[in-house]
């Protein structure tokens, strides 16, 4: 009897902490995936906020296009910053955008060519990553296949 006893403590015990450990490691998991997501949130808005104090001043992003004679650009991720930075340059005299560069390509209606990541793409002076955050990933997968200039959207913000 003490014997069935001390297995059933002992069962309960290991289970609560085998329960346990497994509970902290969903949570730590959660809250690093929130911190990333956060972290993301704040280079954002720190971008944003650049690029609308250069807004303010009168700059436009397409000098430093034209400085660095990027005369045809490519966008990669057309969310928000690709749609912004497409909206600035579209109109250029001096620069083309020739196509953007996204995943969801097959959701994306625009009257401009779009190509996902692994296909083949056009040449062009430069690609603009535009989702800084994964910038050193991106420009890992797209420097196997292509030969030409790639940046970030926050090194062009920050050169100005």
């Known amino acids: 009897m003490k014997k069935t006893k001390f297995l059933i403590v002992l069962c309960f015990v290991s289970g609560c902490i085998i329960g346990g450990f497994l509970i902290w490691r969903l949570a ?19 971008l944003l906020n650049q690029w609308v104090k250069l807004k303010i001043e009168g700059k ?11 005369k045809t650009i490519a966008i990669y991720g057309y969310a928000e910053l690709g749609h912004r930075l497409y909206d600035e340059l579209k109109d250029s005299k001096e620069t083309k955008i020739k196509y953007i560069i ?27 990553i535009t989702p800084i955050f994964a910038y050193a990933e991106i420009e890992r997968n797209l420097i196997e296949r292509i030969d030409y ?10 050169e100005m």
């Open 28 to 46: 730590d998991k959660a809250i690093c995936e929130q911190s990333k997501s956060l972290n993301r949130a704040k280079s954002y808005y720190e």
């Open 60 to 70: 436009k992003l397409e000098k430093y296009f034209v400085d660095n004679s990027y």
């Open 102 to 128: 996204d995943q969801n390509k097959d959701n994306l209606y625009e009257n401009i060519d779009i190509y996902k990541p692994e296909d083949i793409l056009p040449q062009v002076d430069v690609i603009v």
């Open 149 to 158: 200039k790639i940046v970030s959207l926050s090194d062009v913000i920050a």
